[in-house]
């Protein structure tokens, strides 16, 4: 089955800093790739995601990229700002092929002010 | 709130009691997923039902877990006899597949036992 591995489990920045959180699949198949942030004891929110026919994606200081040869993909958040302080998560899935989407551990982003 | 909701938010249960969770997804989306979550660790998965079938179970779902959708749209988790280590935050999502399939997921539920 998939396997989701994220880096770093912690991640402390300066207000106005750039963030990077890398992640890593095993299934070749998977072809869906979200993101999400939780704020402590709130639901899990999607903030951005792709999917395996694009290489990169922006959404105002978010950014996300997709290396399908390396099986690896990337959270890009720029000018971070103390609200940003979340744990996000990465995950992928076979999407259209009856299977479910598999998390990695998440990363604690801090960001001072 | 047209979002996923959950219900009971919290619930604390003795150890060897049955408890029972409900999840309404999102109207008119035709999947709907159950999570496990405790603290420090993503979100991992145990079962997902399209409209009323169980497609899929996770080794995670040992024999004291069940989940039903009777009717394709509430679904139900129970778990019978429960442990300490079911301790967690149950989190239900649902989706509408063959639409991008953006997964949304409820505020979930707290799971004490003692």
């Known amino acids: 089955g998939e396997n989701v591995e994220q880096h770093p489990s912690t991640l402390s920045v300066q207000e106005g800093d750039s963030a990077v959180i890398k992640c890593t699949y095993s299934d070749s198949a998977s072809n869906y790739f979200p993101w999400y942030k939780q704020e402590l004891g709130k639901r899990p929110q999607l903030i951005i995601d792709i999917r395996s026919n694009v290489g990169e994606k922006k959404d105002q200081r978010i950014a996300v990229t997709l290396n399908k040869t390396a099986k690896h993909f990337s959270l890009h958040i720029t000018e971070t700002q103390p609200e940003d302080s979340a744990v996000y998560f990465c995950a992928a899935e076979i999407n259209q092929a009856g299977t479910a989407l598999i998390f990695g551990k998440g990363t604690t982003l801090s960001v001072s002010s | 709130d047209t979002g996923v909701s959950q219900d009971p938010r919290h619930k604390i249960t003795k150890r060897g009691q049955n408890v029972t969770f409900r999840c309404d997804p999102i109207?008119?989306?035709?999947?709907l997923y159950w999570y496990r979550q405790t603290l420090g660790q993503g979100p991992e998965f145990l079962t997902y039902?399209?409209?009323?079938?169980?497609?899929?179970k996770s080794r995670l779902l040992s024999d004291r877990f069940s989940a039903e959708r009777p009717k394709g749209s509430f679904s139900t988790l129970e778990i019978q006899r429960t442990e300490q280590g079911d301790s967690a935050m149950y989190l239900c999502a649902s989706s509408l597949f063959g639409s991008g399939n953006t997964i949304y997921f409820g505020e979930g539920s707290w799971l004490t036992v003692v």
């Open positions: 109207s008119e989306h035709n999947r």
């Open positions: 039902f399209q409209n009323e079938a169980q497609l899929e």
